[in-house]
């Protein structure tokens, strides 16, 4: 069956901290891989998306994530946090011959000062 | 240029009542998704238009869950006989066409049924 799995339900880090979001799938076809950010009562922004070629993609604010075929994951990382990255994390999965999205139930992530 | 909008942003209604919640794409867009998000869960895909007509209409819940799309452009999302289970959050997104992917979401309708 095809599914998302974020094993992380809430992760807390400083401000000017490291970080990585866990992402893994299981999927038949050739993924394409998407995280969305979600901030308290607003929509789901993209942040990046995998489609195919270089397995490290940037994104906005300063997120990367690298598609790794071998373990089928597809982890978000960032080398700062600033405050404004709180909110929560949805890692989601498509491919080509379908045309919804399969989303994990997202990373709450919590930035202290 | 405008983004995804919904209405209304929140919700209340009685069990059992009828409500239904309207999503405007964006200016273009020919591909729309309805989503439900409820607490502590991912997002549910629920249903997906390509112009009018919805090819994908796997993830509605029950036969008292409809929607339908006009003129390519504005859609209604129905919910009949509402339950306490449907309580969550709507979402619609839409992207130019069904192989763009990059799905741009509203900001979400509230429902709460009591």
């Known amino acids: 069956a095809q599914s998302v799995t974020q094993p992380d339900i809430h992760i807390t880090v400083s401000e000017g901290a490291s970080l990585e979001l866990r992402c893994n799938y299981s999927?038949?076809?050739?993924?394409?891989l998407f995280w969305y950010v979600q901030s308290p009562g607003q929509g789901l922004q993209l942040l990046l998306k995998?489609?195919?070629?270089?397995?490290l993609v940037q994104g906005i604010k300063g997120f990367e994530a690298e598609f790794k075929r071998s373990q089928s994951s597809f982890n978000l990382r960032k080398p700062s946090v600033h405050w404004s990255d709180a909110a929560e994390y949805f890692c989601?999965?498509?491919?080509?011959?379908?045309?919804?999205?399969?989303f994990g139930t997202g990373t709450r992530l919590q930035v202290f000062p | 240029g405008a983004g995804v909008s919904q209405s209304p942003s929140n919700k209340v209604t009685e069990k059992g009542k009828d409500v239904e919640l309207r999503c405007d794409p964006i200016?273009?867009?020919?591909?729309l998704y309805w989503y439900r998000q409820s607490l502590g869960q991912g997002l549910e895909f629920l249903i997906y238009?390509?112009?009018?007509?919805?090819?994908?209409k796997s993830g509605l819940p029950s036969d008292r869950f409809s929607a339908e799309r006009t003129g390519g452009s504005v859609s209604t999302l129905t919910i009949q006989r509402t339950q306490q289970e449907d309580s969550a959050v709507y979402l619609c997104?839409?992207?130019?066409?069904?192989?763009?992917?990059?799905?741009?979401f509203g900001p979400g309708t509230r429902l709460t049924v009591t």
């Open positions: 238009f390509q112009g009018n007509s919805a090819p994908d």
């Open positions: 995998y489609f195919s070629g270089d397995t």
């Open positions: 999927y038949g076809a050739t993924p394409y």
């Open positions: 989601a999965v498509g491919s080509y011959n379908t045309d919804k999205l399969i």
């Open positions: 997104a839409s992207s130019w066409t069904r192989s763009s992917y990059e799905q741009y």
């Open positions: 200016s273009g867009h020919t591909a």
